[in-house]
């Protein structure tokens, strides 16, 4: 059974950080993309960060380029985001997910993408 894990989260201040955990057992973690996504109160699920099978290729949506990191170590089946200058408006639940495909480019949309995590709340005050 696929568990991914979430964990890290809390509450900060505007400017503050933080960095999420995302353990996963299960599955054969290397061989998969991971992502992480977020979702505000009364909005949809948005994606946040891609990283590669080996770590080797990233990408992030433009509102969190220069603040975020994302990056995993197969050796502990760990993803992880790192998160600096958090603003109010990055307050959301966190999500890990593994990509469906086990090959290909990073991607991007929900769909695309097939185990889950529960989640954990990242709130940011002002």
């Known amino acids: 059974q696929v568990q991914l894990v979430e964990s890290g989260g809390g509450l900060v201040q505007a400017g503050g950080s933080l960095r999420l955990s995302c353990a996963a057992s299960?599955?054969?973690?290397?061989?998969?993309?991971m992502g992480w996504f977020r979702q505000a109160p009364g909005k949809e699920r948005e994606f946040v960060a891609a990283i590669s099978r080996n770590g080797g290729v990233t990408d992030y949506a433009d509102f969190v380029k220069g603040r975020f990191t994302i990056s995993r170590d197969n050796a502990k089946n760990t993803v992880y985001l790192q998160m600096n200058s958090l603003k109010p408006e990055d307050t959301a639940v966190y999500y890990c997910?593994?990509?469906?495909?086990?090959?290909?480019?990073?991607?991007?949309?929900?769909?695309?993408?097939?185990?889950w995590g529960q989640g954990t709340q990242v709130t940011a005050s002002s």
């Open positions: 299960g599955l054969t973690f290397s061989s998969y993309h």
């Open positions: 997910a593994a990509d469906r495909t086990t090959s290909g480019p990073l991607h991007y949309r929900r769909f695309e993408y097939v185990y």
